[in-house]
C-alpha cells in the first residue's frame, strides 16, 4: 500500500523495530521480553540471541510447531508459563519478521504489550548467494547471538 509505513496501528500492535532498538530497549528496561517464536529446531540449528548482556534470557515459544507448521494454539498460555505478564513490553522475534509481526497482533489484541516486531528476524531474507544472515536481521545487525 502506497505511503503504508513500518509502524502499524496501535490496536494491531506497537510496531516494528530494528534489532539494535531492541537489544537497546533490552538492556535498558528490565521489565522488556525478548520472545523468540521460531521453531525448536531454529534454536537448536541455527542459533538464539545471546541476551547475556541484559542480564537475561530470551522466552523461546512456539509460535508454529514443526513440521506441520501449524499454529501453536497453547502459545498465550506458555507465555504466561514464562513469566510473561500483560502490560511488560514485549520484542517478538522470528527468522524473519513474518511470524513474530503475527504473534505481536495476536498478543496485543489479548491485552499484552506493548508488543514489537523485530524487523529482518534472526536472519532476514536470502542474499545475492541465497544465504541468510548476512543482508538483515538479528545477526546482520552485529547483535549478540550464539549457536550451541
Same mark, same amino acid.
Not at 38 to 64: I, K, Y
Not at 95 to 124: K, Q
Given at each position: 500500500?502506497? /505511503?503504508?509505513? #513500518? &509502524? $502499524?496501528?496501535?490496536?494491531?500492535?506497537? /510496531? %516494528?523495530?530494528?534489532?539494535?532498538?531492541?537489544?537497546?530497549?533490552?538492556?535498558?528496561?528490565?521489565?522488556? #521480553?525478548?520472545? %523468540?517464536?521460531?521453531?525448536?529446531?531454529?534454536? $537448536?540449528?541455527?542459533?538464539?540471541?545471546?541476551?547475556?548482556?541484559?542480564?537475561?534470557?530470551?522466552?523461546?515459544?512456539?509460535?508454529?510447531?514443526?513440521? #506441520?507448521?501449524? &499454529?501453536?494454539?497453547?502459545?498465550?498460555?506458555?507465555? =504466561?508459563?514464562?513469566?510473561?505478564?500483560? /502490560?511488560?513490553?514485549?520484542?517478538?522475534?522470528? &527468522? $524473519?519478521?513474518?511470524?513474530?509481526?503475527? =504473534?505481536?497482533? #495476536?498478543?496485543?489484541?489479548?491485552?499484552?504489550?506493548?508488543?514489537?516486531?523485530?524487523?529482518?528476524?534472526?536472519?532476514?531474507?536470502? %542474499?545475492?548467494? /541465497?544465504? &541468510?544472515?548476512?543482508?538483515?536481521?538479528?545477526?546482520?545487525?552485529?547483535?549478540?547471538?550464539?549457536? %550451541?
Amino acid at each position: 500500500m502506497a /505511503g503504508e509505513t #513500518a &509502524r $502499524s496501528s496501535a490496536t494491531e500492535y506497537a /510496531g %516494528d523495530v530494528t534489532p539494535q532498538q531492541a537489544f537497546d530497549a533490552l538492556k535498558r528496561d528490565a521489565k522488556a #521480553a525478548l520472545v %523468540d517464536v521460531r521453531t525448536q529446531a531454529e534454536w $537448536s540449528f541455527v542459533g538464539l540471541p545471546d541476551l547475556r548482556a541484559a542480564g537475561r534470557q530470551p522466552v523461546l515459544v512456539e509460535w508454529q510447531t514443526y513440521p #506441520a507448521m501449524a &499454529r501453536n494454539p497453547d502459545f498465550a498460555a506458555e507465555l =504466561a508459563r514464562a513469566g510473561i505478564e500483560k /502490560g511488560q513490553p514485549l520484542y517478538f522475534l522470528c &527468522r $524473519s519478521g513474518a511470524r513474530s509481526r503475527a =504473534a505481536a497482533i #495476536a498478543m496485543t489484541a489479548l491485552g499484552h504489550g506493548p508488543c514489537y516486531n523485530v524487523a529482518g528476524g534472526f536472519e532476514g531474507n536470502r %542474499d545475492s548467494d /541465497g544465504h &541468510r544472515g548476512t543482508v538483515e536481521g538479528w545477526k546482520a545487525a552485529g547483535c549478540p547471538w550464539r549457536q %550451541d
